[in-house]
């Protein structure tokens, strides 16, 4: 242990000792004042939020984020994230230190696990190493220094202190850069002149360096290290189960009531524009679904009706429209058909579920379409969503408890094909021989983009469904929206909003802790083989297309080995953390990917460039769900649970579709 004598501080002027008085000791910080940084600032680097996350944020009941790092947002609140006992598990780490550059390469995982490489991820309790990889912030290239980040490849481990360790950092001649200041005092046991610092030297002794030693990282050797606690997994699920579990109680015995508004025949003879070669009969309704959602406040932000101990409370319904489109084969095929459940797009509607893709597929394959409109999540919630971005992004978070509702009203129109409609006994949805058009007992989820996202959480805590498909489905939102095309204008505004370089990128690293709740990260580890309490198991199939613009191809391997997902071979390629099972199988949850022939990205630290030549730009994000031979590989596991091959027993390679 380093040691000043008073004599020494006296020269540094850092004692405040008299004639007399006992020796400063560590225990004191040696009788200095810290006065540098901020009072609720991290104060390990000289930005305030950096790192982060970090145990410097973590109050007695719960997280407590400094305001001062977003001062050119004069709006921007933190008290959303005060609920959440820890940070979530899909946080990325964000951290800085001069002229360091990233060792490595974007997405690839594999070397984090080796003992010399300079950054490490920790589970403090159990001494597992986290696979990450490290990179720049493409989205604040103005910032110095250059903010690095550590990206997990798997979810944080839930309910426990995660340890980050930084050693033999480089910068571009080779050079090992310098380990800050305000570490070196915690690291070195010496006067800490940083507000705060002092305080967390026995957490830094009894957690931090005693794990990196346990990994065999001598506590000299480091640049930098801290800890973070990570939210339990039963308080992050808790929300959205609560929700589920309220508005179910509340549901009629015989199932959710409703009211068919329309039924549209469409026989060929004068149809109804909203009629498609595929379909025999369309019907419009609305179901009464116990409502837990208060009313929009200035912003449009709804909250969840509570009680005085937090739990959600029914007061009224939500009317919430629903289409079933009932295809020719189920009134003349051998038998009713099951009934498929689509998930819309980012912020979008339920008229995707009209596209003449998805109506061909009905009737070539045989099932029903159930649609309705994301509550929280749809087309007429983007105004709330960017009201609030652009006045106080610290409320986003609270945008979800919408969404939980909205998640639910989906369960419940699950529930109400199977009860309640179809007791319904309207002539046009029975066959000839009088048999409902469609089977109540089989009901299946299948969503793209946002519906294959979300779609995880519908899945996982569905109580009607037995099997789902997830297309080119992500999680982790501060990785998914990073790397999509489709935030670039969100992020604009959010910089304006922020007002500092580092800002978007902040607000991103937040909302993995601030959407913990509702990120499918939180959802995947139960889909199959480890169901949510009182809920029954499912099996779930991934379908990714690479090169994906919208959704990258990692935030969809995240969400596979979130899941516990086999990759299915022959594959176009191995994805590191997935083990592989050859077809045919009945794997539980498997993950299948298609190279359309859109060449590699070669910017990897930003969304994916594509291609300008070909059709789309490139972005294969609409192409798997229009291409039958997937139609026909995710329908038969949908019948059956069985992957099956349909590229003939090589990778699936075809051309834009």
């Known amino acids: 242990m380093h040691k000043f004598t008073v004599a020494m501080l006296a020269t540094l002027g850092l004692t405040r000792c008299h004639p007399g008085d006992p020796e400063p000791t560590l225990a004191d910080n040696f009788g200095v004042e810290e006065t540098q940084g901020e009072p609720g600032c991290d104060n390990l680097l000289p930005a305030c939020l950096f790192p982060f996350p970090s145990d410097a944020f973590s109050g007695a009941e719960g997280i407590e984020l400094p305001r001062s790092p977003f001062l050119g947002s004069t709006t921007l609140s933190v008290e959303s994230f005060a609920s959440n006992k820890g940070f979530g598990a899909a946080s990325p780490i964000l951290f800085q230190l001069l002229d360091a550059e990233p060792p490595g390469e974007p997405f690839d995982s594999a070397p984090s696990l080796e003992p010399g490489h300079p950054t490490v991820l920790i ?173 929009p406040d200035a912003l449009g932000i709804q909250r969840l009706r509570t009680d005085g101990v937090g739990n959600p409370v029914v007061e009224g319904v939500e009317v919430w429209p629903f289409r079933l489109q009932l295809p020719h084969v189920a009134f003349e095929g051998d038998g009713p058909v099951p009934v498929m459940q689509y998930g819309h797009g980012f912020l979008g509607r339920m008229a995707e579920a009209d596209n003449g893709w998805l109506r061909d597929m009905a009737e070539r394959l045989g099932f029903a379409i159930l649609a309705c409109d994301m509550q929280g999540m749809n087309e007429r919630d983007l105004t709330t969503w960017l009201a609030v971005m652009g006045q106080d992004g610290g409320r986003f978070p609270e945008l979800q408890e919408l969404a939980f509702q909205g998640i639910v009203n989906q369960l419940v129109q699950q529930r109400l094909v199977k009860t309640s409609l179809a007791e319904d006994p309207a002539p046009e949805l029975r066959r000839a021989d009088g048999q409902l058009a469609w089977d109540p007992s089989t009901v299946w989820y299948y969503g793209n983009s946002q519906g294959g996202s979300v779609g995880t959480l519908v899945t996982a805590v569905s109580l009607d469904i037995e099997r789902g498909v997830l297309g080119v489905p992500g999680s982790g939102y501060p990785l998914l929206l990073h790397r999509s095309t489709v935030f670039s204008d969100f992020g604009t505004l959010l910089e304006l909003t922020m007002g500092t370089p580092e800002g978007v990128s902040a607000f991103l690293a937040m909302l993995g802790t601030g959407w913990d709740a509702s990120d499918p990260l939180t959802f995947a580890p139960h889909l199959h083989g480890d169901p949510l309490p009182n809920t029954p198991d499912h099996e779930v199939l991934f379908h990714v297309a690479k090169e994906d613009q919208q959704v990258h191809n990692e935030a969809s391997f995240i969400s596979g080995r979130a899941a516990y997902a086999t990759l299915m071979v022959p594959a176009i390629r191995s994805v590191f953390g997935l083990p592989e099972t050859p077809y045919p199988a009945s794997p539980g949850a498997a993950l299948v990917e298609v190279d359309f022939g859109v060449p590699d990205d070669p910017t990897p630290e930003d969304p994916p460039d594509g291609d300008a030549s070909m059709p789309d730009g490139g972005d294969t994000h609409g192409w798997l769900r229009k291409w039958e031979p997937a139609q026909d590989q995710m329908v038969h596991f949908l019948r059956t649970g069985e992957m099956i091959d349909v590229c003939g027993g090589v990778p699936c390679v075809t051309g834009p579709q």
């Open 123 to 295: 589970d403090a309790a159990t001494g597992e190493w986290i696979p990450h990889w490290v990179e720049h912030d493409y989205l604040s290239p103005e910032l110095d220094p250059p903010l690095l980040v550590i990206r997990p490849a798997i979810p944080l481990p839930r309910g426990t202190e995660i340890v980050v360790g930084v050693r033999d950092l480089r910068d571009a001649s080779g050079a090992v850069v310098e380990a800050p200041e305000a570490f070196r005092a915690l690291r070195d046991q010496t006067a800490s002149r940083w507000i705060g610092l002092h305080d967390r030297r026995a957490h830094f002794d009894e957690v931090v360096f005693p794990t990196l030693e346990a990994a065999g990282i001598q506590r000299g050797t480091l640049q930098l290290a801290w800890s973070f606690p990570v939210q339990s997994g039963e308080d992050a699920t808790a929300p959205l189960l609560s929700v589920r579990d309220t508005i179910f109680d509340a549901l009629p015995a015989g199932g959710p009531a409703y009211t068919i508004d329309a039924i549209t025949v469409c026989d060929g003879l004068d149809d109804d524009p909203i009629c498609h070669p595929s379909v025999r009969v369309i019907v419009d309704g609305t179901a009464s679904i116990p409502s837990v959602i208060g009313p």
